[in-house]
């Protein structure tokens, strides 16, 4: 296969290209293969020092949720490099921050090259889940940050910033894996949907191929694309799994219009498990759209009929008030029932990083999707993911799983087909360590 065989995803006007990854051979025939994909766009060279201007100029520091937006743009893509040198990325993040004169947000660290590999942990201080935030505490694996899916919910738009430096990536990949055996799986991106850049970018294969020789270790692609060929061509199935955040086709058409619809991830999902990929859905995020419950039936149907993921997750709609939500969705793909709750609960869910809607709505939408998956199939693990701990306490007896027990699609020791946890994920976590042997707790979020 070449890499003119599937065009990119998207099209767009610029491509800014760090100029320290023009100076590597591997890091520029990535630039130039992106580069040659987006037909017509103006190849721009920039240093560290010029970036700051460019995030003015081009905007990114204010990019809403996209659904606020009459005319959703392409993200641009910027190509730069992962480092591994500390203090020149503190250096170089200090003096890009100092040179800054907007007034808005970017991700300064990242753009220096830092970010690489992010110490998740919730709740791991007192060895229990966070209250507000059930997850596991896990080194997660970065690409970049931004996507192109257009979903009206997510601010992740504007720019695509991406790093090249694959190879050099994978070395140090490898030294993190040696120092923390206790994690099994590693979750690839929670920021950027990575197959979206491909086969242009060309870091999925080499990440597949390398994990394909460590034994028991897993990498976990997280997307909602149908376009799977690249991963599927990797050659390279046995230690890849794939988790597709799934919705029902109102939500997928109509909300989250670049991405695959819920027919044809569900399809690209029977593909890579034809070919030997072990794969996981995450209704996620659940939007209560006017006909939710029927829409869930269907999502949930089809993906059981044709497919045999080992595990599901649920989480509704959340990270926003209910006013954010009603920016960016319009009234008729809401249910109003769902709307006067959020609203008359707004109060009590605006600064909870549950709401917008009251626990009450959101436990009514877990337990109908159960329900529907239960009658298909009645042993699948099914778990509720980044949901408060009082929703745990609820649901916990249906679901047959505690905080401490649930296996979800991208925990720490979410291997392929585990039912339960057999040890405790805080306790695990305990022995984290950065790729150079430096103790990862005091960097907890």
């Not at 080194?139 to 720019?159: E, V």
């Not at 109060?347 to 009450?360: H, L």
């Amino acid at each position: 296969m070449t890499h003119d065989d599937l065009p990119l995803a998207f099209q767009p006007p610029r491509v800014y290209v760090l100029k320290d990854a023009w100076d590597r051979p591997e890091c520029a025939r990535r630039a130039e293969r992106i580069a040659e994909a987006c037909a017509g766009a103006e190849v721009r060279t920039f240093t560290y020092d010029e970036l700051p201007g460019i995030v003015v100029e081009e905007g990114w520091d204010h990019f809403p949720r996209m659904g606020e937006l009459a005319e959703v743009p392409p993200p641009i893509p910027v190509l730069s490099v992962f480092r591994f040198d500390r203090e020149a990325v503190r250096r170089d993040e200090e003096r890009m921050r100092a040179a800054y004169r907007g007034d808005g947000g970017f991700n300064w660290h990242l753009a220096a090259g830092g970010g690489a590999f992010r110490f998740f942990c919730s709740g791991l201080n007192k060895i229990r889940p966070n209250p507000e935030h059930v997850c596991r505490p896990q080194w997660r694996i970065q690409q970049g940050r931004g996507c192109p899916h257009q979903c009206a919910y997510c601010a992740l738009g504007g720019h695509l910033l991406t790093n090249v430096n694959t190879e050099e990536y994978i070395g140090r990949l490898a030294d993190l894996l040696a120092q923390n055996p206790w994690q099994k799986t590693f979750l690839y991106d929670d920021v950027m949907d990575v197959p979206t850049l491909e086969p242009q970018h060309d870091s999925l294969r080499p990440l597949m191929q390398f994990f394909e020789t460590t034994g028991d270790r897993y990498l976990i692609i997280h997307t909602k694309t149908d376009r799977v060929r690249p991963i599927i061509d990797a050659g390279a199935p046995e230690n890849t799994i794939i988790a597709w955040s799934l919705s029902g086709p109102t939500q997928s058409a109509q909300l989250e219009k670049m991405a695959g619809t819920t027919e044809t991830r569900i399809e690209a999902a029977r593909q890579c498990q034809e070919a030997g990929i072990q794969i996981r859905y995450k209704f996620k995020p659940i939007i209560p759209v006017p006909n939710w419950r029927d829409e869930a039936a269907y999502a949930v149907d089809l993906a059981l009929s044709r497919t045999q993921p080992d595990n599901l997750s649920m989480t509704a709609l959340m990270w926003m008030g209910i006013e954010d939500v009603r920016a960016c969705i319009p009234d008729e793909l809401l249910d109003p029932e769902f709307v006067r709750a959020g609203e008359n609960a707004d109060a009590q869910t605006r600064s909870a990083r549950t709401g917008p809607f009251p626990a009450e709505f959101r436990e009514q939408i877990y337990r109908h999707y159960l329900a529907e998956i239960r009658k298909r199939d009645p042993d699948i693990p099914v778990a509720i993911s980044t949901e408060s701990l009082d929703m745990w306490k609820s649901l916990a007896p249906d679901l047959g799983f505690t905080p401490a027990t649930y296996v979800c699609g991208c925990g720490a020791g979410a291997t392929p087909g585990k039912r339960a946890l057999d040890t405790s994920p805080w306790d695990d976590a305990r022995n984290a360590r950065t790729w150079d042997g430096r103790p990862a707790v005091p960097g907890c979020d």
